[in-house]
């Protein structure tokens, strides 16, 4: 992070200050800032399976064997090959708040994720939680992709990527020296150390010189990243990088406990983690839909159950519970077809998000589909279904998200407001 | 309306710039790494610096330097988005190793990559990109794949496919289709706005998809009836699926399967009409078949123009926007009075002061400031195509390029592009970044002194000691050291060595450069 004298330095002769002064001017100080767990779905999952109950409508092809159920005022698909999510919603309904019809308003992919974490489809924009990271108070880890996506514009550098196969921590520890046809040792902590403070004299000198633009933004972005290196170093073994499967697919509960682990040592705000489903398939189901989306939501309520249970017993930097700082936001980037077609599921333009935890006003389900399994619009204040309310678009779930984190959403969300309704 | 479109109907301003050029060494070395990957030597600085004249002459060479065609891949593939970690299909589905994994991906990713760079340097018109007979596979893909590759060849040739498909340039390549696949929901719609996007810079997927107020959509007939009929549908489905209909050739039937996947198949180039209900179409253009959509994109104005917005991107390092518009539409025509030779549009572009800005003059508004990038990061295969040209030093493991995939390799902490989930090269150091730079320093500069690439005899105190350090500071970063530069580096070397002795001391001077902000910036 930035240190208060470079900062000021900085914004006193940097043009590119409304890059970094936002930052530089909250308070340094830990507190009980909200932090924000995303698990995102990858493929596109079924509403129909759990969130959107859509019973007795014709043309929808619900779940065989499915059934309506209630709890704690969540209205959710039971099944009984899925009994995760009847125990999930059944101990932590509470707490969680669904969202249904929420329209990304693309049929492909790679379109569909970027814009539900951004709210625009092209050009460049920093997603929710990046932006929530970077504009959050400074930190050394400001938002952990432990897997997925992280689509940014102007706050790249908050970005820490584990890697898809844990690389970060192989690079930390020096393994990667290792991994290589023509290897080098570790070096010794006292000449590396030299090094750095060669380095960092090197940046400095620089720093005096740059121009400003982007020949300044770099080096100052680099002392940083080599300051914030620094403190991820010295947490040593409390944040434990390494990804850890479970049969054959990447464990999400351990993803969690890493976020937590970094959550409560205050080094991330914001950490992402990507679900591919039941080994590693994805949740993009073409074909054996209602196996496959079975299988994946049951192993994704267990997981959530598991980590939010994890949550409970953690303490944060502040002194307080984490489990009163952390929103869990689980998502994915469209929705799918009402119709099965020869198994499979197409694309389908309107989805669901479930935020569960920290300032989330529980055990409530905000919007719904009609009976062409379009989303019927809301009032956003009172999460009550109106006629000439507002359709969902994600827009409203980023400035929901950025008003969770105390941002305010205004410039950020091309004008969609929060979902007040979900805030407690 | 986008900038290409406007470009169609162009008239030109000049407006006063506040952009300051770069020196004429470091303008060299962007240059140098832009258009052929390595630094320059210290023989090409010393001419820019003694005359800046030189730096013309000097870029004209590098455009012709062997090496341009391999950086015009790295470069393209930044916008292609080919060079991808996975595909459908992996080695053992073709009877290949395990470890020939990352060989399979980065040949079938750079085959289209190879083609138009081979177009470029052979200073053929870029519509030969469209409408070649050919393309360009090397002996990995020549065992895999239909090609008439050579028995016995190695490397990139130029070879045909024998089965049958059109002669048209990449849209005929397996590496462009692999990539862009599709599926029997998406009927190649999602391949049309590929074609659409790369080579005309009409992004159909911006345009908002929105089902609502539509009244019979959960019927499956219902949205077959929509696309023909509900306007907001229309003004899309129009223009995609005659395009998605010229593409059915690449249809498969069977899913992971080396033979569908790895042939054409002509005679499913029908299905178009059978599945979508439009015969195909460029535009309003009726075409026969995929055999006349190469032609058709290649007359279409809307393709240089796209050509020049896309280099222009590519070597200015941030998006083009409506306020380059005069810029752009000029490289536009030059490109056009050049009969389309992409080495010169990428000459003008290296003369545009948007790509020779090293900074702004005073009172310069902070948005421009905020998006002009006047120092770039090196794209992590960039630098290691430098790094190897300096020492000799590759950081390979396995058969796997390290910084030239995710998975297990570091190019998306590096700040590269993995054409997914990473889309554009990383401008600003983060602290991934900043770990991933000391490892590969500390491997490069490992190798550099143990194969004697650096002079490492002197200690400091003696002339040749000072020497080699202003050797490496000029051929570096392309600066000549000043006095508190050589005192920083005579202390640190004096600190290690007096730890660990002379060839240490060496090493961690070098790695200490290879991360410094010069060498990673440009």
Redesign the interface.
């Known amino acids: 992070m930035l240190s208060r004298r470079r900062l000021l330095a900085a914004a006193s002769s ?6 970094l002064l936002p930052r530089a001017l909250r308070a340094a100080a830990p507190s009980g800032e909200r932090k924000f767990l995303f698990v995102y779905c990858y493929g596109g999952w079924d509403t129909l399976q759990v969130f959107t109950p859509m019973f007795g409508v ?3 092809d619900v779940p065989e064997g499915a059934e309506l159920a209630e709890a704690n005022g969540i209205p959710f698909v039971d099944h009984p090959n899925r009994p995760s999510v009847r125990t999930f919603f059944e101990t932590w309904g509470h707490r969680a708040c669904v969202i249904n019809g929420m ?1 990304v ?4 992919h ?2 569909c994720r970027r814009l539900l974490f951004t709210g625009v ?4 924009a920093d997603d929710w939680a990046v932006t929530a990271a970077a504009l959050g108070e400074p930190r ?2 400001p938002h952990l992709v432990l897997s ?3 689509f ?1 514009s ?1 706050h ?6 584990i ?3 844990g ?2 921590p192989d ?2 520890d ?1 393994t ?2 290792s ?7 570790i ?2 902590a ?2 590396a150390a ?2 750095d ?3 960092r ?3 400095e ?2 720093r005096a010189d740059a ?5 300044r ?3 100052e ?2 002392l940083d ?2 300051d ?2 620094e403190r ?1 170093r010295a947490s040593g073994e409390d944040v434990d990088l390494d990804p850890i499967s479970s049969g054959c697919r990447r464990d999400l509960a351990e993803d969690a406990k890493v976020a937590f682990n970094a959550f409560e040592l205050g080094l991330s705000r914001t950490a992402l983690a990507k679900d591919l489903g039941w080994c590693s398939t994805s949740w993009d189901t ?1 074909s054996d839909n209602e196996d496959m989306q079975g299988r994946n939501f049951e192993e994704l309520f267990g997981y959530l159950g598991t980590a939010l249970a994890d949550l409970e017993t953690r303490g944060s930097a502040s002194g307080g519970r984490l489990a009163d700082e952390v929103t869990v936001v689980v998502l994915s980037e469209m929705g799918r ?3 099965l ?2 198994g499979g599921r ?5 989805t669901s998000a479930l935020l569960i935890g920290a300032g989330v006003r529980g055990g409530q389900v905000i919007g719904a589909m009609d ?5 019927r619009p809301v009032d956003l204040g009172t999460g009550q279904l109106v006629d000439g309310g507002t ?1 969902l678009l994600p827009g409203h779930l980023g400035a929901t998200l950025l008003e969770l984190a105390g941002i305010d959403p205004t410039d950020l969300t091309g004008g969609a407001e929060p979902i007040r309704a979900a805030i407690s | 309306m986008t900038l290409v479109a406007l470009l169609a109907c162009a008239t030109s301003t000049e407006p006063v710039d506040p952009r ?1 050029e770069l020196d004429a060494p470091r303008l060299l070395r962007r240059m140098s790494l832009d258009l052929r990957g390595v630094l320059p030597t210290e023989s090409e600085l010393d001419q820019v610096e003694a005359d800046p004249t030189q730096l013309a002459t000097l870029r004209d060479g590098f455009l012709e330097d062997p090496r341009l065609e391999e950086r015009l891949v790295l470069l393209l593939a930044e916008r292609w988005l080919t060079r991808v ?1 996975d595909f459908e299909l992996g080695p053992t589905d073709f009877h290949l190793d395990t470890d020939q994994e990352f060989a399979l991906e980065k040949a079938v990713g750079e085959e289209p990559l190879r083609l138009m760079a081979r177009v470029a340097v052979e200073d053929r018109p870029w519509t030969d990109t469209l409408t070649d007979e050919t393309t360009v596979a090397n002996e990995l893909l020549g065992s895999i794949w239909p090609l008439d590759y050579p028995e016995g060849g190695t490397g990139w040739q130029a070879v045909r496919y024998t089965d049958g498909r059109p002669a048209v340039g990449v849209l005929a390549t397996n590496g462009f289709w692999w990539r862009y696949v599709t ?4 009927m190649n719609r ?1 391949r049309a ?1 590929a074609v659409a996007r790369l080579l005309v810079c009409q ?1 159909i ?2 345009r ?13 007939l219902g949205i077959e009836e929509a696309i023909r009929t509900t306007p907001a549908c229309v003004a899309c489905h129009a223009s995609v699926d005659p395009l998605a209909s010229t593409l059915f050739g690449w249809w498969t039937v069977i899913s992971y399967n080396p033979e569908e996947l790895g042939n054409y198949h002509p005679e499913r180039e029908m299905l178009g009409f059978d599945y979508l209900g439009v015969a195909p179409a460029w535009y309003g253009r009726p075409l026969g078949g995929l055999v006349d959509l190469g032609v058709a994109i290649a007359e279409d104005g809307r393709f240089p123009a796209c050509a020049a917005e896309t280099a222009a991107e590519l070597l200015w390092r941030r ?1 083009v926007t409506d306020a380059d518009f005069d810029r752009v539409d000029g490289l536009r025509r030059d490109f056009l009075s050049s009969d389309l030779r992409y080495k010169q549009l990428l000459r003008a572009v290296t003369e545009t002061p948007e790509y020779r800005v ?3 003059v005073e009172g ?3 948005a421009q ?2 998006d ?6 090196l794209p992590p295969e960039v630098m290691a195509m430098a790094v190897e040209d300096l020492f000799g ?1 590759r ?4 058969g796997y390029g ?1 910084l030239e995939n ?5 190019r ?2 590096l ?1 590269g592009v993995d054409g ?3 889309t ?1 090269a ?11 730079m ?2 590969y320093a ?2 490069a500069a ?2 550099a002194v143990a194969q004697g690439a650096v002079e490492v005899g002197a200690a400091v105190g003696e002339p040749a000691w000072e020497d080699e350090v202003r050797r490496l500071h000029w051929r570096l970063y392309a600066e000549r050291p000043d006095d ?2 050589l005192a ?2 005579s202390d ?1 070397w004096v ?2 060595e007096a ?2 002795g002379a060839e ?1 001391a060496w090493t ?2 070098l ?2 450069m290879l ?4 060498f990673v ?1 440009y």
């Open positions: 940097l043009g590119a200050g409304g890059l014709a043309g929808v329209e308003r693309s049929v492909t790679e379109r489809g092209d050009g460049d050394s880890v997925g996506p992280a940014t102007k790249a550098a908050s970005v820490v990527r890697g898809e196969s690389q970060l690079l930390l020096g990667a020296l991994l290589a046809d023509h290897p080098a040792g070096p010794d006292e000449l030299l090094e403070a060669y380095l004299a090197g940046l000198a620089a121009p400003p633009g982007s020949p933004r770099l080096v972005l680099y990243a080599l914030n290196l991820l073409h077809h009402p119709q077609t020869g197409g694309h389908w333009t309107y009976d062409n399994f379009q989303g359709s | 300051v970690d599926n029997t929901s998406n999602g706005a992004d997927l911006a908002p998809v929105s089902l609502e107020g539509a009244s019979t959509l959960v019927d499956g998006p090293g900074s702004f310069t508004a902070d400031l905020d002009e990038v006047t120092r770039r990061l030093f950081w390979s493991w396995g390290q995710g998975d297990p390799g570091y998306t902490l700040g997914y989930e990473t554009r990383q401008q600003d150091p983060g602290v991934t970044w900043a770990v991933g000391e490892r500390q491997l490992t190798y508190a530069a920083r580096a640190f600190a290690v730890r660990a240490e961690r001077l790695s200490g991360r410094d902000a010069r910036g």
